[in-house]
């Protein structure tokens, strides 16, 4: 029998996947789950006892969770990524690191072919069969889902006529649960106007008091939480998604242009990687000078959209990532939050590395680093070649 390595999440379409590629096509599945911080371990015994009981051969988990921060999301952290302005790239960044262990996985297994749940309608289909062309480009990739055009009613017809047994009215959305947040998709979702049921988001709101919330920063990466110190960042940003996401921070529905250039439409929650965001930047903004700032946002918004279409390996992607690194060099601080039901604010920030400092002046009020002659000829230079220009242009237009 022919070898197939699947990637597996133990949802609805990879479910599909298993039991259309065992009995209607008669390969030998050997399924595996990249854990990119979405699953704790009962969900991922569950997932793979699933696996067994609709046929595979061997069933595989990874733990890619830090991995997954040291390769990817440190460098959205340091840029500040939020895709169109809203959305911190949470299943984008995920399925890269996912291909990239399935492909390895494949070559493990020498396997004759490899097989994701994409659709033929989003963006993963083309994140895992770039990565897949890449490194391995002799291996046969199959997409059952995008290939057959099939609906999700379609798939639930098919799995139920099978006898398989799973809870198909939560399977009505496309849940996507990851170290940096949370995509939900479905019927509110395909349209224009539509918001998601609050039945829908995974995380429900049991917190009503308001709650402050000190973040640590070292060059860059967060480190600890309210004096509380964590031996790695991703387990940092895994303890302030318990504090945060309870209060409903981070909802919100994406409008973006896919790799393939439709447009389309996802909530998402992502309470801890919306802080984080909001948090970094500001530490930022006091810390780093006017052009490493302006930089950085024309830069890191370049790796962002990049890495939402895929292109993880290209090289220029190490050149931007050690931009990154370089410019949180004094990036170290405390961020204050305030968090309240569905809103947060930041308070301030406190840095040895503050380049708002009262040694040169308060603004609006005084300076002490200069003097008002200085600033009087400082004036006059500044607007030498423009005023040149004015002089000149109003004699030739005479």
């Known amino acids: 029998m022919k070898k197939v390595v699947l990637g597996f999440s133990g949802g609805l379409d990879t479910t599909y996947c298993v039991k259309y590629l065992t009995e209607e096509k008669g390969y030998e599945v050997h399924s595996v789950i990249v854990n990119t911080g979405g699953f704790d371990a009962s969900e991922l015994k569950k997932i793979e006892e699933h696996a067994y009981k609709l046929g595979v051969k061997t069933h595989t988990t990874v733990d890619a969770v830090k991995g997954?921060?040291?390769?990817?999301?440190?460098?959205?952290?340091?840029?500040?990524?939020?895709?169109?302005?809203?959305?911190?790239?949470?299943?984008?960044?995920?399925?890269?690191?996912?291909?990239?262990?399935?492909?390895?996985?494949?070559?493990?297994?020498?396997?004759?072919?490899?097989?994701?749940?994409?659709?033929?309608?989003?963006?993963?289909?083309?994140?895992?069969?770039?990565?897949?062309?890449?490194?391995?480009?002799?291996?046969?990739?199959?997409?059952?889902?995008?290939?057959?055009?099939?609906?999700?009613?379609?798939?639930?017809?098919?799995?139920?006529?099978?006898?398989?047994?799973?809870?198909?009215?939560?399977?009505?959305?496309?849940?996507?649960?990851?170290?940096?947040?949370?995509?939900?998709?479905?019927?509110?979702?395909?349209n224009s106007k539509g918001l998601l049921p609050e039945s829908a988001w995974p995380t429900q709101v049991t917190k009503h008091e308001s709650e402050e919330v000190k973040l640590h920063f070292e060059k860059g990466e967060l480190t600890a939480i309210n004096d509380k110190t964590f031996s790695h960042s991703s387990e940092a940003i895994q303890y302030l998604q318990t504090i945060a996401g309870a209060y409903g921070i981070g909802r919100d529905i994406h409008v973006g242009d896919t790799i393939i250039g439709i447009k389309g439409r996802v909530g998402f929650e992502a309470a801890a990687p919306m802080v984080i965001l909001k948090a970094h930047h500001a530490l930022e903004k006091h810390v780093l000078t006017k052009w490493q700032l302006s930089w950085k946002d024309t830069i890191a918004n370049f790796y962002g959209n990049w890495l939402h279409e895929g292109q993880i390996l290209d090289p220029v992607m190490r050149d931007i990532e050690a931009f990154l690194q370089s410019s949180q060099q004094n990036v170290t601080g405390d961020v204050f939050v305030q968090l309240q039901p569905y809103r947060f604010q930041i308070i301030g920030i406190e840095s040895k590395y503050d380049l708002m400092s009262s040694k040169f002046g308060k603004y609006g009020e005084m300076n002490s680093g200069w003097s008002g002659e200085d600033v009087r000829g400082f004036s006059k230079i500044f607007g030498n070649q423009t005023a040149m220009y004015h002089l000149i242009k109003n004699a030739a237009d005479k």
């Open 68 to 190: 997954y921060y040291d390769r990817i999301i440190k460098y959205l952290v340091f840029g500040n990524v939020l895709k169109n302005n809203t959305y911190p790239l949470s299943v984008s960044a995920e399925r890269l690191v996912q291909a990239l262990h399935i492909a390895e996985h494949v070559q493990k297994l020498n396997a004759d072919a490899v097989a994701h749940g994409s659709t033929g309608a989003g963006n993963d289909q083309v994140r895992f069969d770039m990565v897949f062309h890449i490194m391995i480009p002799t291996v046969e990739i199959i997409t059952p889902i995008r290939d057959l055009k099939l609906s999700r009613e379609q798939e639930i017809a098919y799995l139920k006529e099978k006898g398989i047994e799973m809870n198909f009215e939560k399977a009505a959305y496309s849940i996507n649960k990851g170290l940096w947040g949370t995509s939900v998709g479905g019927r509110e979702t395909l």
